[in-house]
């Protein structure tokens, strides 16, 4: 995929410095909101109305630049993904008979399709999403050293206890889906022995017997599923508390440095505004990388097709002939397929 990247890499340039303007923007709101709220809570009227136009003209610029952004993305996208069928219908047409006779043609249609919309939606778009959400991690971390090092500290011990439930959870779940996918394979079996011997259920009678063994098998699938997504539920419930965990421990960092005078209401709601765009930012990446490398077996089985050239070693090439081409006793064959010619 690196290749398609370098192939644009002035649209690629382009699109890094308006994700980084963007992002970079969009966390230094809590600032602004900083400033807002302290102006109104100092009872300067003047600065708050300065304030209120300044914002108005950020957000403008702000959305512009959001625009500009979506637009350099979405044409990366497209530039990306045409290539791919451009290279891979290519790779395709340019294959030996024997070689093309390797897959199914509903599987070129399929990879030409399904597998390059996997990689839009697998690779393209979150390497985008994890470039936004650097930077926006990274400015936030600015900010929040600048504003309050105690609050940092205490999103990253709350973040770590994250990490390590997720972790521990991730592990049972992964045994779990493990159990549940040998499940679904034998029900699925079942279900095709099932129908595939519909003949013979009705010849020998044995209805009542083949929808019991049904039965059974859907119980085991449905209760391997409901264990997994007990799972499941267990980490979700655990990230909303842990999140919340993260939220009030902000808070109270926050409202304890107002009640002893040493920040102002409006660095306290900042505070709030980066502990999101710290927390946030992390999600986002943590959920992109295994995308990305989901997305592995489908770019190799491309570069088979896109970048294996045929062996033209054992052709012999003639330009010119003298008086006539004669063939005899003239036979090829394509694996096993032998077809003969008699001229």
């Known amino acids: 995929m690196g290749i398609y990247l370098r192939k644009h890499k002035i649209l690629l340039a382009v699109t890094f410095i308006f994700s ?34 300044f914002s ?48 199914d043609t509903a599987e070129y249609i399929s990879m030409l399709t399904n597998d390059v919309k996997i990689i839009e939606e697998n690779y393209i778009i979150p390497l985008l999403n994890v470039m936004e959400n650097s930077i926006i991690f990274l400015v936030s971390i600015i900010l929040l050293i600048k504003l309050s090092p105690l609050v940092l500290i205490a999103l990253i011990v709350c973040f ?28 699925t079996s079942k279900i095709k022995d099932l129908f595939g011997g519909y003949s013979v259920i009705k010849s020998f009678n044995v209805t009542k017997k083949s929808f019991s063994a049904f039965e059974t ?12 997504d007990k799972t499941i539920a267990l980490n979700e419930s655990l990230s909303d508390v842990l999140g919340l965990l993260t939220m009030f421990s902000v808070v109270a960092i926050g409202s304890y440095m107002v009640l002893q005078g040493n920040v102002l209401v409006g660095t306290l709601i900042a505070l709030v505004q980066l502990s999101n765009t710290f927390v946030n930012p992390i999600m986002v990446i943590t959920m992109s990388i295994p995308q ?12 088979d097709l896109v970048y294996k050239n045929s ?26 397929q032998m077809k003969f010619f008699a001229i």
Request: proline residues 1%; hydrophobic residues 40%.
């Open 20 to 53: 980084a303007i963007v992002s970079g923007g969009t966390v230094y709101l809590a600032i602004i909101l900083q400033d807002i709220v302290n102006a109104a809570t100092k009872g300067s009227s003047q600065e708050f109305k300065e304030m209120i136009l």
């Open 56 to 103: 108005f003209v950020y957000l403008v610029v702000l959305g512009i630049s959001k625009y500009i952004y979506h637009l350099c993305s979405k044409k990366m996208v497209k530039n990306i993904t045409r290539d791919l069928r451009k290279d891979l219908c290519k790779g395709i047409l340019h294959r030996d008979y024997s070689e093309f006779e390797q897959y």
């Open 160 to 187: 770590g206890i994250m990490a390590v439930v997720s972790t521990v959870i991730s592990k049972e779940l992964q045994t779990k889906q493990e159990i549940f996918s040998v499940a679904i394979g034998n029900y």
């Open 217 to 228: 098998e859907n119980e085991v699938v449905v209760e391997k599923k409901y264990q997994a």
């Open 292 to 303: 990305l490398q989901s997305v592995k077996p489908i770019v190799k089985k491309f570069k």
């Open 311 to 336: 062996d033209d070693s054992n052709k012999v090439k003639k330009a010119t002939f003298n008086n006539a081409v004669e063939i005899k006793n003239l036979s090829f064959s394509y694996g096993e």
